[in-house]
């Protein structure tokens, strides 16, 4: 629990009160290489801390697995508008290896939510991600190929080491002989 407490305090600094009510209300769960912690179509109740593994965002489409991003450890990882706005997942999530995760429930994440100093992370971090989401989205869109993976190998080497090829292929937008090419090149 120190990694999530570490990161939190990351982006605001807690008092000894909130600290004990966010270990309170987080629980580890252990979760086996391809279970799912969010699936299409069903309603995302928890937000997810990774203290150990991978987990693959995906949406199916035209009947093909789009990966959209491998999380890895001391990241956070939910559904977004289906656990914010409690309505169903338009997107997949599962494991890639055994993964050590602490969740927290959409109602002890309200619960908390009664704590000013874990309002001001919250607010942080969210700004913080969508600020690098929006960043990434536009860098990505532009990037070829070979960038893209480049910028993943140096910016987020876990995905490089945890990804398929498969999967690291589909977030890049390239065929797997696409990406062995790539891969060969640079080495």
């Known amino acids: 629990m120190e990694e999530l407490i570490l990161i939190i305090n990351s982006f605001q600094e807690l008092d000894l009160e909130t600290e004990q009510a966010i270990k309170k209300s987080f629980a580890e769960e252990i979760f086996k290489k391809g279970e799912f912690l969010v699936e299409e179509t069903k ?19 035209d009947g093909v697995e789009v990966t959209k ?18 309505k169903p997942s338009f997107e997949n999530f599962q494991t890639c290896e ?29 700004r913080h991600y969508l600020s690098k989401l929006n960043e990434f989205n ?9 960038k893209k993976y480049l910028f993943l190998l140096e910016s987020f ?31």
């Open 138 to 146: 536009h860098l990505f869109r532009l990037m070829t190929a070979e």
């Open 98 to 126: 055994e993964t050590i995760l602490y969740s927290l429930s959409y109602s002890d994440e309200q619960a908390l939510l009664e704590y000013p100093l874990f309002v001001k992370f919250h607010i942080k971090q969210l």
């Open 69 to 86: 991003w491998i999380y890895t450890n001391n990241q956070f990882v939910t559904s977004m508008s289906s656990f914010f706005e409690q």
């Open 43 to 61: 309603v995302c109740n928890k937000i997810y801390f990774i203290k150990s593994g991978a987990v693959r965002r995906f949406c199916i489409e």
């Open 157 to 187: 080497p876990q995905i490089i080491k945890k990804g398929k090829l498969k999967h690291i292929a589909s977030l890049i937008g390239v065929s797997q002989e696409t990406l062995s090419r790539i891969r060969a090149s640079i080495i």
